[in-house]
């Protein structure tokens, strides 16, 4: 099976600037959940998308908004960009399921620099 | 709030050397991974082991519930097992994942 695949890889916005990433999981998979990732943060929670629904959300601010699609495929939106959004977003697909393992797969990320 | 927290920070080591990694949760967990990021940035899926004990060629990962920990443990290192250990568990069904701090494992020729 194909992996997870994030687009775009790279990403140089300017503050006040919006930005659309997008996430394709492995086939099969409906749970789809987005992480940001930086230094002095480390890597934290976003949201979760299963079957088209928000299941989970962390403690982001509104600005921070994504969807799913039918085919289970995600996309998060971050508006009225900030500096200090400056990170690597990475999504996770698992099969999101009770009673089945729920492994997490990661894709490779995208790094996004806000100037 | 729930915590995962991982020791050591930091860890040098000579090639051919033996490691253990150390990971405490603060609540009783649905799922538990232990990831490696390699340098370019992407997590590489190791173990899912909210109990009980895996190998996977020179690693294995033993968490035991009842205790809150799972320890990760590398064998006869090599300078490709360089990088960031994470461990993360999830409390609930879903993806909400909890990320330690992460180890970040140095191996030398």
């Known amino acids: 099976k194909a992996g997870v695949t994030q687009t775009p890889r790279y990403l140089i916005k300017t503050r006040g600037q919006q930005v659309t990433l997008s996430c394709s999981p492995i086939s099969g998979h409906r749970s789809v959940s987005w992480y940001q990732q930086t230094p002095g943060q480390g890597l934290q929670f976003l949201f979760e998308y299963f079957s088209e629904t928000q299941r989970n959300k962390g403690n982001f601010p509104g600005r921070f908004s994504g969807r799913q699609f039918s085919n289970s495929r995600s996309e998060m939106n971050v508006s009225t960009l900030e500096l200090g959004d400056s990170a690597l977003y990475l999504c996770?697909?698992?099969?999101?399921?009770?009673?089945?393992?729920?492994?997490?797969?990661f894709g490779p990320g995208t790094r996004l620099t806000v100037l | 709030g729930i915590q995962v927290e991982q020791s050591p920070p930091d860890l040098i080591l000579q090639e051919g050397a033996n490691s253990t990694l150390r990971c405490n949760f603060s609540d009783s967990v649905n799922n538990l991974q232990w990831f490696h990021q390699n340098p370019w940035g992407q997590l590489i899926n190791l173990f899912y082991i909210p109990s009980g004990t895996k190998q996977n060629g020179r690693l294995s990962a033993t968490t035991v519930a009842t205790e809150r920990y799972s320890l990760l443990y590398i064998s006869s290192s090599q300078t490709t097992d360089s990088g960031v250990y994470f461990c993360?568990?999830?409390?609930?069904?879903?993806?909400?994942?909890?990320f330690g701090q992460g180890t970040e494992l140095s191996v030398k020729p």
């Open positions: 996770a697909s698992s099969p999101g399921l009770a009673g089945v393992q729920d492994t997490q797969y």
């Open positions: 993360a568990a999830t409390y609930n069904q879903g993806g909400k994942l909890i």
